[in-house]
């Protein structure tokens, strides 16, 4: 009799897991993925309130806004490669934006895969991968619309450096345009196309490929069949060109627009890479010909205009979903792959180890019949993009995979959380790296030079005070969180130069200031300064892994 | 330096042990040769020599019985002159054969032309063996010449032979045809492009029957398969047919090295069932460093923490792994540090025979290494070049090795130097900071080669490009 209840007791337990696994799988949450390129904070929802975004907010207001986000590196491909493959920069060796899943990572599985793996039907749209639609990795999507770039209405031939000084005319629909719209040359000179630019397009909106996309997704949300759907949305803007209808622009005349701040003795408290780093225009332009050609204010009123545009797109897909009634089911996630520079340390663009760079908006929003969540919660904890992969994964409640290097944010959104740890890390090159926690951002360069600033009573970081004694502690204890980076023996500045020392392979020299060149190994043409830096560490076996020389 | 993992528990014994085996060698029964060289496996692919994916037991069971090398080298940075090499005793500044093509070559069998084949007056270890009363067995790649030529193997001393003559026929694995001697057998399991008959299987079985054959007598079997070699295919994926996370490729070629693993276990275990063991010396090695990779090796690091692959001339290219045991006169599980390469082999197993020469070899007998009578020792600069890619030549000298790039441009360009015990993954040049070192690097350049009729730097020879870039 007692045997008999017993296997009574577990047939029912088995019965009834079964049952809860069923309606699990039935209830299987849709996920609306949302990439945009190069959004700094000017998002309402994170407190700026220059910044028209009033679907963005509505969207915080009914989820988790996460307010100290960070990306794990400040730059597209690095940054969407981590977020992609679950690893930081360190482990999967992708630095730069020279990459091709295929050829660089062709075992990895990426997180749209996964979730085709695990029962989903995943879209994409748009930029997701870093490249163009070749760099997609075949796996990835079920279906994918494809990307027209964020140039149109224009195209890559329209924007060919070599057209544009002196300027040129482009004719649309009849309408006339003088590239480049703000008169400005290009300060990279070496690049095909220029893209430094900015300025309003009175043309439909229909030729703007972020609209083109979120057809393509709202689209798609008609054909949603039985499976659980990952639609992924990536927008173009506002990375540059800031080209937008001419409503956006209207929206922050110029007369109104506030510049950042650069204080006068800026560099003064910098080490030596930080300002090669500000000065060089690795991704974008030179802050001095923004300011000689009188365009700052243009330049900041044309990025916020390309954030509302994404931000009046982003409102038109919510609608669409609650049309279709499938708001109920349906977790919204919105993030950037990293901030942007407006002139901040006399900078333009990204892939700086600031706080401008590193820190991103980034949305968690329940599905509206999930009542297991609060709404409207601003998250303070530090959290990195990185974790996107084993959240996602729970929210689906799908496997996570071994390699993914994130923390599920699941604990946080459901407040369990007790003990977290606040600390998060963005890589921005090799050997260089910011870590960030409430308080402080510590800025450690590949030369083994560094900044520390106070975020709470400095939260533009004017004031570097790595150099302040009573601050040794804290520095201390930021730099344990610097990755090892065990495949190189070496990281060297010798002045302009930036020496990699591999354990195993050659010696690697890149000229940090060289034009449009300094992303190459020029170890081979300079072959006597590699052997002076290889007698230096032969003969000095160098302790420390990061210095530099000052003279050989 | 040999470092003694077993000490013997008693002196005495051994030194009996020694004489007794001494004296055997004087009576009538002279050792069992047998050389087992891979094609194109790294120094790293081995366990013993740290690869961590791949498995090898067998091999790393010959090693903790035997002898290991850390700082030996092959003769060549490619499969043919590695060869040729090893056949003369002559390093590539003087052996026949340099390159895979030179001038006065034969058009190969795969239609390429400049296959230099091994001449008469080249005297080969094989020739001096049969000689001496040994059946001489080659099972494999050859590489020393075409059918109908000088450098046939059954010209150059071998009774048997069964395998290629050439490299490029030998990386297909299922050829319509195989010779044996001087006959091509049909392999009619591969005809109409089926897949039955494996040649590395084939060599498996032949080299069993080879053995059978002959362990009565003294026996010197020469057995270069050409796995791991490309292309890479083989039956089965073997214990990496599940492996998660690798590609196809990724399972085929650690299958491939993981299956001539099994082959040194069948000998092995042949060589027990016979008797034979305790009296026979297994040689096993690689032709060069690991073959130019694609990304899908990386996961392997064939090449260990050294630079370069196939083809070059840093550790990575010509550094191999070098076993040698015999049961009986090695202390089992020992490591030398003795540096040498291939061109050793001729005079070692001279010595091993007890046979006097008055030949010149560029190598030198490592017999008392091997039997723990003599220590490591400072040899004669050890001497490489490469008419391949843009021409180099290197020296090893005590812990210096000297390198010397773009020979068809010029002989008068910068030699690179590294110190291997302090920087053994060649990562830092310090030629300018030595500059007596780097005289001693030329004065060995300007002697250790005599110009040869078959290869030629460019800037010297009109004519030699068509050679080299065909």
Wanted: overall charge neutral; hydrophobic content about 35%.
């Amino acid at each position: 009799m007692k045997v008999k209840s017993i296997i009574f007791f577990f047939s029912s337990l088995l019965i009834f897991s079964c049952n809860l696994s069923i309606t699990n799988n039935q209830k299987k949450p849709n996920i609306v993925f949302i990439s945009i390129d190069d959004l700094n904070d000017w998002v309402g929802f994170l407190g700026y309130k220059k910044a028209i975004t009033p679907n963005m907010d509505r969207l915080a207001e009914n989820g988790f806004s996460f307010t100290n986000a960070h990306c794990p590196a400040p730059i597209c491909g690095p940054s969407r490669t981590a977020i992609l493959s679950g690893m930081y920069p360190v482990t999967s060796g992708v630095y730069d934006n020279n990459i091709k899943f295929s050829r660089d990572l062709p075992n990895v599985i990426t997180l749209p895969e996964h979730f085709r793996k695990n029962g989903y039907k995943v879209y994409g749209v748009g930029k997701l991968f870093h490249g163009g639609v070749s760099n997609v990795p075949e796996a990835a999507f079920d279906e994918y619309g494809g990307r027209i770039g964020s140039a149109a209405p224009f195209n890559s031939s329209d924007l060919h450096n070599s057209k544009q000084n002196p300027n040129h005319e482009v004719t649309i629909l009849g309408k006339k345009f003088q590239l480049p719209l703000n008169g400005m040359p290009a300060d990279r000179y070496w690049n095909k196309a220029h893209t430094f630019d900015w300025g309003a397009v009175d043309l439909p909106d229909s030729l703007f490929s972020d609209r083109v996309s979120v057809d393509w997704a709202i689209d798609r949300l008609d054909k949603i069949k039985n499976k659980p759907f990952f639609l992924t949305l990536g927008f173009e803007r506002p990375h540059q060109p800031l080209f937008n209808p001419k409503r956006f622009h209207e929206m922050y005349p110029l007369d109104k627009v506030s510049l950042p701040e650069i204080p006068i003795d800026d560099f003064q408290d910098l080490p030596y890479r930080a300002k090669q780093l500000a000065l060089y225009p690795k991704t974008s332009g030179r802050h001095e010909t923004v300011v000689k050609y009188g365009q700052w204010e243009n330049a900041v009123s044309s990025y916020l205009a390309s954030v509302s545009f994404v931000d009046e797109l982003v409102g038109d897909v919510v609608n669409a979903l609650e049309k279709r009634d499938l708001m109920e089911n349906t977790w919204i996630v919105l993030w950037s792959d990293h901030g942007w520079h407006l002139g901040e340390k006399s900078h333009w663009g990204k892939a700086t180890g600031w706080f401008r760079s590193t820190r991103v908006p980034f949305l968690l929003v329940p599905p509206k019949g999930n009542t297991q969540f609060k709404r409207a919660v601003n998250v303070n904890n530090m959290v990195n993009l990185l974790d996107l992969a084993p959240t996602m994964a729970d929210i689906a409640g799908i496997p996570k995979k071994k390699s993914w290097e994130g923390r599920s944010l699941m604990p946080i959104l459901k407040q369990e959380v007790k003990v977290w740890n606040e600390v998060t890390l963005t890589t921005f090159s090799i050997g260089s790296h910011s870590i960030s926690t409430p308080d402080w951002q510590m800025i450690s360069y590949y030369d083994g030079s560094y900044e520390l600033y106070d975020l709470t009573n400095d939260p533009d970081q004017f004031n570097n005070i790595a150099d302040q004694p009573q601050m040794n502690d804290v520095i201390n204890q930021l730099k344990k969180h610097i990755p090892e980076e065990p495949n190189w023996n070496y990281f060297i500045r010798y002045g302009d130069y930036k020496v990699l020392v591999p354990k195993k392979g050659s010696i690697q020299v890149f000229n940090q200031i060289l034009e449009g060149k300094n992303d190459k190994d020029i170890a081979d043409e300079i072959p006597e300064l590699v052997k002076k830096i290889s007698t230096y560490i032969y003969d000095n076996q160098p302790k420390k892994k990061k210095f530099s020389i000052d003279s050989l | 330096m040999i470092k003694e993992t077993n000490k013997p528990k008693c002196a005495l014994i051994v030194f009996t042990l020694m004489i007794f085996f001494f004296n055997m060698t004087f009576g009538q029964e002279k050792p069992n040769i047998i050389f087992i060289m891979a094609d194109d496996l790294g120094y790293a692919d081995i366990g013993v020599y740290g690869q961590k994916l791949i498995k090898t037991p067998n091999i790393d069971q010959l090693s903790a019985e035997g002898m290991r090398f850390t700082d030996y080298y092959s003769g060549a940075a490619v499969c043919a002159p590695a060869r040729s090499v090893l056949m003369t005793g002559l390093h590539t500044g003087h052996t026949r054969i340099r390159g895979n093509f030179g001038k006065g070559g034969v058009v190969g069998l795969a239609g390429k032309q400049g296959r230099v084949p091994i001449k008469e007056e080249d005297l080969t270890l094989a020739e001096v063996l049969q000689e001496n009363g040994y059946r001489t067995g080659m099972i494999g790649k050859w590489g020393l010449g075409e059918p109908n030529t000088s450098g046939e193997p059954n010209k150059k001393g071998f009774d048997y032979f069964y395998g290629f003559y050439n490299q490029r026929r030998a990386h297909s694995y299922y050829p319509d045809y195989i010779w044996e001697n001087t006959n091509k057998v049909k392999l009619h399991g591969n005809e109409n492009e089926q897949n039955h008959q494996y040649t590395h299987n084939l060599f498996a079985d032949e080299s069993m029957n080879f053995i059978d054959r002959n362990y009565q007598k003294p026996f010197f079997l020469y057995l270069p398969v050409c796995i791991p070699h490309s292309r890479y295919e083989l039956p089965d994926n073997g214990i990496y047919t599940h492996k998660k996370g690798w590609t196809d490729l990724q399972k085929k070629y650690a299958a491939m090295v993981t299956r001539l693993d099994e082959t040194i276990g069948r000998i092995m275990n042949r060589l027990e069932a016979l008797g034979i063991a305790d009296n026979t010396y297994i040689f096993f090695t690689s032709d060069n460093g690991p073959a130019e990779i694609v990304n899908d090796w990386e996961i392997f690091n064939s090449n260990g923490i050294y630079k370069g692959m196939k083809r070059d001339p840093y550790e990575g290219g010509i550094r191999v792994p070098f076993i040698v045991r015999h049961p009986k006169k090695i202390t089992p599980g020992s490591i030398s540090d003795q540096v040498g390469y291939f061109a050793d082999f001729f005079p070692t197993i001279l010595e091993l025979i007890g046979l006097k020469s008055d030949e010149i070899f560029d190598g030198n007998s490592i017999a008392g290494v091997l039997h723990g009578t003599k220590k490591s020792t400072d040899v004669p600069p050890l001497y490489w070049e490469f008419y391949e890619k843009d021409g180099w030549r290197a020296t090893r000298f005590g812990k210096w090795k000297a390198i010397q790039n773009n020979l068809h441009q010029s002989h008068q360009g910068p030699i690179e130097l590294y110190d291997l015990y302090r920087d053994p993954a060649e990562t830092f040049d310090i030629s300018q900071s030595h500059p007596q070192l780097v005289e001693k690097a030329k004065k060995i350049f300007k002697t250790a080669s005599v110009p040869s009729e078959h290869y030629f730097w460019k800037f010297q020879q009109r004519g030699a490009t068509d050679i080299y870039n065909n």
